[in-house]
Nanobody, 124 residues
Framework: QLQLVESGGGLVQPGGSLRLSCAAS????????IGWFRQAPGKEREGVSC???????SYADSVKGRFTISRDNAKNTVYLQMNSLKPEDTAVYYC??????????????????WGQGTQVTVSS
C-alpha cells in the first residue's frame, strides 16, 4: 500500500521551531518531487515548499528564510525544518508526492499521493 505519513507537528510558542517529517512506505521517494502544503481553518490550502528529485527547492514567500526543506532518500523521508514560527503558520501541514522525471518542482502541480496531515499550532 502506497502511503505518506507526516509527523512532528505540535504546539510551539512564537519564535520556536519544529521539524516535520514525511515518510513514505510502499514506494521509493527517489523518483518523486515532494511538496509541503498547509491549510488553516477557513482558508484554502496553500503550497509551502517543494523539493525536486535532484534536490532543487522552492518556497512560498511567506516562509522564505524561515523554513528549509530537505530529503534523505536513504531513509525515504523528506523533512521541513520550520524556524522563527509565527501564529500565522498555524495550520494542518500535508506532504504530497508527484512522480516526475524533472529537476524542478512546483507546488501548483497536481500531486499523486497525499499524507493525512499533522497539526502545527503556534501560540503563546
Amino acid at each position: 500500500q502506497l502511503q505518506l505519513v507526516e509527523s512532528g507537528g505540535g504546539l510551539v510558542q512564537p519564535g520556536g521551531s519544529l521539524r516535520l517529517s514525511c515518510a513514505a512506505s510502499g514506494f521509493t521517494l527517489d523518483y518523486y518531487a515532494i511538496g509541503w502544503f498547509r491549510q488553516a481553518p477557513g482558508k484554502e490550502r496553500e503550497g509551502v515548499s517543494c523539493i525536486s528529485r535532484s534536490g532543487s527547492t522552492s518556497y512560498a514567500d511567506s516562509v522564505k528564510g524561515r523554513f528549509t526543506i530537505s530529503r534523505d532518500n536513504a531513509k525515504n523521508t523528506v523533512y521541513l525544518q520550520m524556524n522563527s514560527l509565527k501564529p500565522e503558520d498555524t495550520a494542518v501541514y500535508y506532504c504530497a508526492a508527484k512522480a516526475t522525471p524533472g529537476y524542478v518542482c512546483r507546488t501548483f502541480w497536481e500531486y499523486d499521493y497525499w499524507g493525512q496531515g499533522t497539526q502545527v499550532t503556534v501560540s503563546s
